[in-house]
């Protein structure tokens, strides 16, 4: 049983940085077939895909987040860092690391979420 588990601050200042990571067990980030991905829900846009990291390293940030936001992976730890830079209280949230099955394209394990307020 794959388990996928978020972990970092829940209050962060505007203008400052949010970083979470995502722990992995039952599984390996490295295991073909599978890619990594960080997922939010907020208010203000809904349901949104941050970015993805495939099996073999490729990373991928979505467009809009791509100039304030990296993500990346430790394989050895079997884990996934997200970092969003500048953050404003648009990025408050719920945020959620998920396993996507490539052949197929759907989610098959998530993390139960960490909810990210930002705010002074």
């Known amino acids: 049983q794959v388990q996928l588990q978020e972990s970092g601050p829940g209050l962060v200042k505007p203008s400052q940085t949010l970083s979470l990571t995502c722990t992995v067990s039952g599984g390996s980030t490295t295991t073909p077939g599978y890619a990594w991905n960080w997922i939010r829900q907020s208010p203000a846009k809904g349901l949104e895909r941050m970015g993805v990291i495939g099996y073999a390293g490729s990373i991928s940030v979505s467009p809009s987040l791509k100039s304030r936001t990296s993500i990346w992976g430790d394989t050895s730890k079997n884990e996934l860092f997200l970092q969003v830079n500048s953050v404003t209280p648009e990025d408050t949230g719920v945020y959620y690391c998920?396993?996507?099955?490539?052949?197929?394209?759907?989610?098959?394990?998530w993390g139960q979420g960490t909810q990210v307020t930002v705010s002074s």
């Open positions: 998920a396993r996507q099955v490539l052949d197929g394209a759907h989610y098959d394990y």
